[in-house]
């Protein structure tokens, strides 16, 4: 009768819908465990002293401003040059002519590999002294431009490559049939569309140079031309206190949480096409 038994009651499990919900409620339970901890362990007044200092960030502004100005400029400025530049090297990636796909390939995987701050260093102070007398247009607004947008440049190309490739070669059939040359066809076809393909991964690349500005710092930028980090850094070491670095951190926040929600909707968009 025991092995009837045990026959009749065959041993339960749990479906896959029941082991992911029992996974969730374990890992709700240990971030609330984790939470409660800190919170508790946490030294709440001195953390409220060395943030939340209301005098302290009151007194940055409205100076604060010029510097927030000035990191939207040396953003739209880097990738206006971004563009510029990596566009044609995107053209050149996919050329059937072969010098032009080797300078290309070698372009891009040299300031692709390069730190931003090297670039930098390189363009402002590398280049004037291999070449005494050179001026860039612009000053310190012409270095950042070129000095941040030659490393955009680089993922701009690889980003546009990957979009006209992306373009349905019957586009460049018909376009072809037409009698349209390679380069027409290009130009007018096949760049308008990876343009449009590329537009989220454009934006992304926009908030990266956002925060890629904080380092603008090493070209030696005064009053009127520092961006925001080396104004909170200023703060912080003035008045000794880590709320320059939040407020610094809520402005730089308030340019890229635009930018990335704007690339998750043009995501969501060419989804849904």
């Known amino acids: ?117 090297l670039v930098l260093f390189l363009v402002g102070f590398g280049v004037p002294q291999a070449f005494p007398g050179i001026q860039y247009p612009g000053g310190v607004y012409g270095q950042v431009a070129i000095g941040l947008g030659l490393t955009s440049s680089a993922y701009i190309a690889e980003s546009v490559r990957a979009g006209i490739q992306a373009v349905p070669k019957g586009q460049v059939e018909a376009a072809r049939s037409l009698g349209m040359s390679h380069t027409r066809t290009m130009i007018t076809v096949v760049l308008p569309q990876a343009l449009r393909i590329v537009i989220p991964p454009l934006t992304n690349e926009l908030v990266m140079l956002t925060k890629d500005s904080s380092l603008v710092f090493v070209l030696g930028v005064t009053t009127a031309t520092m961006e925001l980090s080396k104004f909170a850094r200023n703060a912080l070491t003035s008045e000794a206190n880590a709320t320059p670095l939040l407020v610094g951190g809520l402005l730089y926040l308030l340019l890229t949480i635009p930018l990335g929600l704007l690339a998750r909707r043009l995501e969501k968009r060419g989804e849904a096409r």
């Open 1 to 117: 009768m025991d092995a009837a038994t045990a026959t009749a009651a065959p041993e339960r499990r749990m479906t896959p819908r029941q082991r992911r919900r029992l996974s969730r409620t374990i890992q709700y339970v240990v971030l609330a465990a984790i939470v409660i901890v800190l919170a508790v362990v946490a030294d709440w007044g001195r953390i409220v002293d060395s943030f939340f200092q209301i005098d302290i960030a009151a007194d940055m502004f409205p100076a604060v401003w010029i510097p927030f100005w000035n990191t939207i400029v040396y953003t739209v400025l880097a990738f206006i040059f971004g563009m510029a530049v990596g566009v044609p090297i995107a053209l050149m990636r996919v050329s059937t002519f072969g010098p032009y796909r080797w300078f290309a390939t070698g372009y891009v995987e040299i300031f692709r590999g390069l730190p931003a701050l």
